[in-house]
Each structure stands twice: as structure tokens, then as C-alpha cells.
């Protein structure tokens, strides 16, 4: 038997009975039976080195210990699972001590909301709530923005495929250039622009959202300044400041925060992903005291309660007592950025350009042919997971698990460059 009748053979039950919709399972076409820190195993027994987290949902890496240990013990001790907005002991601890590891140490004072457990749950709590409490209507966004598949979120997103999966207008928003999007000229004076000009059919926003560096959209890192620059205008205008820290947030660039080094402070903030710790669905968003003006239940969902999410994203924080981990994010950073420089210098054939920052980083490349596309399937091949991302799948894009030491992060650089040179011969 041929590889390819192998390989169709293994995935007949999903092409036969799931949707079309489906996608990564057509990247990587094989079953995963197996996963432990970096690390995912096939039936087939093969392994793989993991560059892509769970979409970022993955950050402290796979069946995490002591995350296991914790949800072994309460599901045998007969713990509340399901449980909506009822107070339980791991909601409980959750609040508790996210106050006094990530909020306090960075003199933040937020209320936190349990809007849903997905991204897209908590950006539509955001612009719900940033519209009550301003009593406005629009909302700027910033081109190749991603903030989620369903309707209020997709109005802030930039891609036109997903935006046109809604299949119906999307309003009262408006797209802005992101940071140096449009070339030879000062997107904050644009934005100003706008906002000054009476005449320039931009109402006064309720809203500013952006992620600080854009995920799907291509790896594409916001300056400090910038972010600084942005932040004055919603100062300015009275407009709120919300940051989607959905995939760029749980140290995925180096800090808790992905904001933190611009010394900006969200009106907005939105977490999911790795929130829930070991890959369980979570998300929160935290809200300025003074703008958590919703009545009871106006919004919920019935999963909103996942205390075994609550139980890992608790143990999770144990990351975050010290500076250690967030100096071993950056440490590791820095190789793979180091790395990147030198693929794109000997391989000028890529017409590559370094994206990011963090340990969530990519190489855009000129993407003739699919270029991008081969890499990342010839990388699958020889045992690397690693995806597109941009408008255009022009971004191979890196998102290893933070745990992954210096070991795991350069053998899965030396697929990476084994994959280019065997699609550039």
C-alpha cells in the first residue's frame, strides 16, 4: 500500500461522517492517541514535536502533573462539575488567587467575569458591555484583526473568508490600519484623523479593540509606543480600551499580560485559551470596576461554571508566583527569534520577513505556490506540528508550548529547516 492509500485509509471515518468544515485534521492528516509536555504521539506510535499549543490553548504544555493530580483527585472525591454561576470551592479558589498572583503584583483591579468558555464568548461580553456602558454603538478594529467566529466578534474581525461565513452584513464597526499597516504613513494620525474630522462618518466609538500582537492575522507585533499612542486617543476620546489577550495573553510573549511591557491599563481585558490551564474550555474577561454596570444574568451560558477548568487554571498560576517562568519564556524567545534571522538569511529564496515576539513568533514568507503551505506539510511529515497564519497562510507560525526547553525548541528548528530545504530543492 501506498503512503497516500495509508493515510486515507486512517481518516475515512472523518471524510465519510464530519462536516466539511473541518480543517486541522486535514493539515495533519493521522490520529493522535498520545500527549505529554511538547510532545504527541499517533497510533502509529510516531512522534511529534508540538510548534503549535492548541491554537495557544496549550501553553503550559500537555497533561501538565500536577494539573492531572488535581482533577484525578476531585473527580474521584465526587467535586461539582457543572455548575453555571453557583458558587463552588474551585470557582472560589480561582478568584482568590488570581487576585493575589496576576492582578495585586501588577496593580490591577479588575472584576472578573465568567462570560462563556470560549475567545469568541468573552469579545462578545466585551462589546456588549462596552456599548451599555457608553451608550454607543460603533466599535474600531484593526485590519488582519481576528477576535472570533460568531457575529458580534466577526464584525471586528478582518478576514474577509470568515467574515463572509456570516452571511449577513456585519455593522457598527470600523476597521482601522494596525500598526504600520499602511506604509510611509502614521496610522495614529489616521486614527485621530477620523475621530477629529466630523465629516469623516466615524461616530464616536464606544470601543477600541486589539490584540497586541495579531495571531491569525498574520504574527503581526504592535510597537510599545503605538500601543501607548492608542491608549491616549481612548484617554482622549473617552472611548474604552479593550485588549483581546485571547491567544497572546498567559505569557505566550514573555509576560502574563501581553501588554505589559507598553505600561498601558485596559478598560477591557479578554482571556481564554490557556486560561484553562491544561486545554479545558475557560474564558474570562476582566472589566474596570466602574464600567461592571450588568444586570444579573444579562449575560450567561450554561457552561459557564467548568470547575475543572477553574481547578487546572488554579494550578496554573503556581507559574506565575515568581519571575522564573516569565525570564525562561524570554530566554527562549530569543533563541527562536535568533533562529529565524538565520533561516531567513540562508534561505533568501523565501523572501522571509520575522514576525512577533514572545514564544509566539513566524517567518512570512513569499508565498508563490503555496509556499508556506509545503513547508508546513512537509514539516508533519518529518514530525513537526506547525500551522499558517495571515491573510494569505504567508506566515509560518510558531506557538510551542511555553514549557518547552532548549532541547525540544532545536530539534523542532532542525525539522523546520530540513522541511524548507526539501520544498526550496
Not at 503512503?3 to 486512517?10: E, M, P, Y
Not at 509536555?37 to 497533561?63: P, Q, T
Given at each position: ?69 488535581k482533577l484525578i483527585d476531585y473527580i474521584r472525591n465526587d467535586g461539582i462539575i457543572h455548575s453555571l454561576d453557583m458558587g463552588t470551592t474551585p470557582r472560589q479558589e480561582f478568584l482568590q488567587r488570581f487576585k493575589e498572583v496576576i492582578l495585586t503584583p501588577r496593580e490591577l483591579d479588575y472584576k472578573v467575569m465568567f462570560p462563556g468558555p470560549t475567545g469568541t464568548n468573552t469579545v462578545e461580553s466585551a462589546l456588549k458591555i462596552a456599548r451599555k456602558v457608553t451608550e454607543r454603538d460603533t466599535v474600531i478594529s484593526f485590519t488582519n484583526a481576528f477576535h472570533g467566529m ?276
Open positions: 500500500m501506498t503512503t497516500a492509500v495509508l493515510t486515507d485509509t486512517k481518516m475515512k471515518t472523518f471524510e465519510e461522517l464530519e462536516s466539511t468544515v473541518r480543517s486541522y485534521s486535514r493539515s495533519w492528516p493521522t490520529i493522535f492517541t498520545k500527549a505529554k509536555g511538547y510532545k504527541l504521539w499517533d497510533i502509529d506510535d510516531k512522534e511529534y514535536i508540538d510548534f503549535f499549543a492548541g491554537a495557544g490553548a496549550l501553553n503550559y504544555g500537555h497533561n501538565d502533573a500536577a494539573m492531572q493530580e460568531t457575529i458580534g466578534s466577526l464584525s471586528v474581525t478582518g478576514n474577509s473568508f470568515k467574515r463572509h461565513g456570516a452571511g449577513i452584513p456585519l455593522h457598527h464597526t470600523v476597521s482601522m490600519p494596525f500598526d504600520e499597516y499602511v506604509e510611509d504613513q502614521d496610522s495614529i494620525r489616521y486614527l485621530e484623523r477620523f475621530l477629529e474630522d466630523s465629516g469623516s462618518g466615524v461616530a464616536l466609538p464606544a470601543a477600541i479593540i486589539l490584540e497586541t500582537v495579531q495571531g491569525e492575522g498574520g504574527i503581526n507585533a504592535a510597537r510599545m509606543e503605538w500601543l501607548k499612542k492608542i491608549e491616549n486617543i481612548c484617554r482622549r476620546w473617552d472611548i474604552l480600551l479593550i485588549v483581546d489577550d485571547v491567544q497572546a495573553g498567559c505569557g505566550r510573549t514573555g509576560t502574563f499580560f501581553s501588554f505589559e511591557p507598553a505600561g498601558i491599563v485596559p478598560d477591557i481585558i479578554c482571556l481564554s485559551k490557556s486560561i484553562g490551564g491544561i486545554g479545558l474550555p475557560m474564558a474570562i474577561t476582566l472589566i474596570r470596576h466602574e464600567y461592571d454596570k450588568w444586570g444579573p444574568g444579562e449575560h450567561n451560558g450554561t457552561f459557564r461554571g467548568n470547575n475543572l477548568a477553574f481547578l487546572a487554571a488554579t494550578e496554573a498560576l503556581t507559574y506565575w508566583e515568581t519571575d522564573e517562568f516569565s525570564i525562561a519564556i524570554q530566554e527562549k524567545a530569543s533563541l527562536l527569534h535568533n533562529a529565524i534571522k538565520t533561516i531567513i538569511q540562508k534561505y533568501p529564496e523565501l523572501g522571509g520577513e520575522a514576525r512577533g515576539r514572545g514564544l509566539m513568533q513566524g517567518i512570512a514568507v513569499e508565498n508563490t505556490d503555496n509556499l508556506s503551505g509545503k513547508i508546513c506539510a512537509e514539516a508533519f511529515k518529518r514530525g513537526l506540528i506547525v500551522e499558517t497564519s495571515g491573510p494569505n497562510d504567508e506566515v509560518v507560525k510558531f506557538l510551542p508550548p511555553l514549557i518547552i526547553d532548549e532541547a525540544g525548541l532545536k530539534k523542532g528548528l532542525m525539522i523546520l529547516e530540513e522541511s524548507i530545504n526539501h520544498v526550496l530543492d
